[in-house]
């Protein structure tokens, strides 16, 4: 099983639309998590960090299920320039595992 | 501000020929990472540098591999003889602290294929 498994998508979404990425992680032990954006062909940049309580930046909120391992990704009201894959990563004692990301296509 | 700078941006190189990929991290970060992304597999970690001095390599694939950091603005990634499974996109990355903070700045990548 890997460490941190996400749908590959692409997830396919008209503006103003409102969508949501799951992610799983194997490791129990893992402390912190967070999402990152990474446009074709660019680097991987942090959008955000996963807290426990959740947390929301703008249109984006992140959740942590530590009982059940997961974490996910809303996008409220989505724009042209959200498409992008969005990668899941925890950390593993002192390394960060990313996932192997979520496509997402916004169209008009 | 100056991000981190990788080269070469592209190489296309033949199997058996010698790659030696390069970055300069931003200044003053004390952590440098080297990532390959392949489709397939993603962003793995390959080997990290805390001040210049190598703390984790398990993530290098084999004797072909090998980096180093002479000081604190440089680093290398070398792959000899190279392969054609060795083709993907190879990314340094930097960091003020180690990775539990999540906070990783990444270069542009380099990408490589052997023929």
């Known amino acids: 099983r890997k460490e941190v498994e996400q749908d590959p998508g692409p997830f396919n979404v008209p503006e103003g639309a409102t969508v949501a990425f799951n992610c799983t992680y194997s490791?129990?032990?893992?402390?912190?998590f967070f999402w990152y954006r990474q446009d074709c062909r660019k680097e991987p940049k942090l959008l955000m960090s996963?807290?426990?309580s959740g947390n929301e930046d703008g249109r984006f909120t992140a959740q942590l299920n530590r009982a059940s391992q997961y974490i996910s990704l809303l996008i409220r009201d989505s724009k042209l320039s959200d498409s992008a894959t969005y990668l899941c990563?925890?950390?593993?004692?002192?390394?960060?595992?990313f996932g192997t990301g979520t496509r997402l296509q916004v169209f008009p | 501000d100056a991000g981190v700078i990788q080269s070469p941006r592209h190489e296309v190189t033949e199997m058996g020929q010698e790659v030696t990929l390069r970055c300069k991290p931003i200044?003053?970060?004390?952590?440098l990472f080297w990532y390959r992304q392949t489709m397939m597999r993603g962003l793995e970690l390959l080997i990290y540098?805390?001040?210049?001095?190598?703390?984790?390599d398990s993530g290098m694939p084999e004797d072909r591999f090998s980096a180093k950091m002479p000081n604190a603005s440089f680093s290398t990634l070398k792959i000899q003889p190279s392969e054609p499974r060795d083709s993907a996109v190879y990314f340094c990355?930097?960091?003020?602290?180690?990775?539990?903070?999540?906070?990783?700045?990444f270069g542009e990548g380099s990408r490589l294929t052997v023929l």
């Open positions: 990355a930097s960091s003020w602290t180690g990775q539990n903070t999540g906070e990783l700045f």
């Open positions: 490791n129990s032990a893992s402390q912190s």
């Open positions: 996963v807290y426990s």
């Open positions: 990563v925890v950390t593993d004692t002192d390394k960060l595992i």
């Open positions: 200044s003053g970060h004390d952590y």
């Open positions: 540098f805390n001040n210049n001095v190598p703390i984790d």
